[in-house]
């Protein structure tokens, strides 16, 4: 269920693969910060964890399972893509682990519960600017 950076850079650009990113765009893009450095892991695209949700008269409740799915769908190729899921901390990312793996019953979903604070700490480890720049590092 959870992976390691290590797995993580494997996977980067590999055919059959995909990191989602679930933080807000905002930290995805590298406009806002709050680790050692700002930005996403190279390859990974962002769909916010929010945008799983909405707003009902009186709780915040999962959107529908039809809705998911579609949206899901346009980001994730096959059934059979690997999908590593991860956010700052890992708190984030787990709301989009279960959607996937026990809501819309994806099989090879794991979950970088180090994510983006560990990722950025350590230097060796390439991040991708989504600014004007757009430059990796």
């Given at each position: 269920m959870t992976v390691d950076y290590e797995f993580v850079r494997q996977h980067i650009g590999q055919a059959g693969s995909l990191i989602l990113d679930v933080r807000p765009t905002e930290y995805y893009t590298g406009q806002k910060s709050d680790e050692a450095r700002a930005g996403h892991i190279p390859g990974?695209?962002?769909r916010p964890y929010t945008e799983d949700?909405?707003?009902s008269s009186d709780a915040t409740v999962f959107?529908?399972?039809e809705v998911?799915?579609?949206a899901y769908a346009q980001r994730i190729p096959s059934e059979d893509t690997t999908v590593i899921v991860h956010c700052r901390t890992?708190?984030?990312a787990s709301q989009t682990y279960f959607v996937l793996k026990h809501l819309l019953n994806y099989q090879h979903?794991?979950?970088y519960d180090a994510?983006?604070?560990e990722w950025a700490s350590r230097p060796e480890l390439p991040v991708k600017l989504s600014l004007a720049s757009s430059k990796e590092i």
């Open positions: 990974a695209v962002n949700l909405e707003k959107k529908s399972l998911l799915a579609q890992g708190h984030q979903v794991y979950w994510g983006w604070s």
